[in-house]
């Protein structure tokens, strides 16, 4: 990896930082706070959310049909996903601890804190805990995937792809054959040492 790469790549981490500090002050002007697994807000701000709130019959007569016929088809993909959810986890607990690969908490990528906005009814927070376990579980998913790809194969494609995992930028260019071997050792120590960081 030549050093403009390196430069822009820590360049991206800085501003990644910063973009979390940022949405952390923001936090606190939006009127709630986080404690434990709570969201807690300002009083008037409760009152406000409960006056938004639309009641359930309301809400299904004024709700697109479209979304009312559609909704079997997009609540039965809760099954490719618990499916695939039991088959990741189960991979990850058995095998990343052969490797040395600190393992993903989910807890880190599937929140459910929508269901403390006073301002929807019961049905868009049943909708709003499906979305974030979907998306939630994608992220999961995708992060274990690419652990395990920083593992076996930390090369780049050929062609430009959209949506890699965050760890993709760092691997090595499609073709450098150079050092191949020593290269993939030295990013399965980087992973070994996250672990070591994370358990000390």
């Given at each position: 990896m030549n050093s403009r790469i390196q430069q822009i790549l820590s360049d991206i981490n800085a501003l990644e930082d910063d973009l979390r500090a940022a949405l952390n002050e923001?936090?606190?002007?939006?009127?709630?706070?986080?404690?434990?697994?709570?969201?807690?807000?300002?009083?008037?701000?409760?009152?406000?959310h409960n006056k938004l709130?639309?009641?359930?019959?309301?809400?299904?007569?004024?709700?697109r049909p479209q979304n009312l016929i559609t909704g079997p088809?997009?609540?039965?993909m809760i099954i490719p996903l618990?499916?695939?959810?039991?088959?990741?986890?189960?991979?990850?607990?058995?095998?990343?601890?052969?490797?040395?690969?600190?393992?993903?908490?989910?807890?880190?990528?599937?929140?459910y804190d929508r269901q403390q906005l006073n301002y929807l009814n019961f049905i868009e927070k049943f909708h709003c805990t499906y979305c974030a376990y979907g998306n939630g579980m994608v992220a999961y998913i995708s992060e274990i995937i690419g652990r395990t790809e920083q593992y076996f194969c930390p090369i780049k494609h050929a062609r430009k792809i959209l949506g890699t995992h965050s760890?993709?930028?760092?691997?090595?260019?499609?073709?450098?054959?150079?050092?191949?071997?020593?290269?993939?050792?030295?990013?399965?120590?980087?992973?070994?040492?996250?672990?070591?960081?994370?358990?000390s």
């Open positions: 923001q936090q606190s002007t939006m009127f709630f706070q986080i404690k434990g697994k709570r969201v807690e807000f300002e009083q008037s701000i409760k009152e406000a709130k639309t009641n359930f019959f309301r809400w299904l007569v004024t709700n088809i997009i609540y039965s618990l499916i695939a959810d039991v088959f990741i986890t189960f991979f990850q607990f058995t095998c990343f601890p052969i490797y040395g690969i600190k393992k993903v908490r989910r807890s880190d990528y599937i929140i760890r993709y930028a760092r691997f090595l260019e499609y073709g450098d054959a150079e050092d191949y071997e020593n290269k993939l050792e030295q990013y399965r120590k980087a992973m070994n040492k996250e672990n070591d960081l994370s358990k």
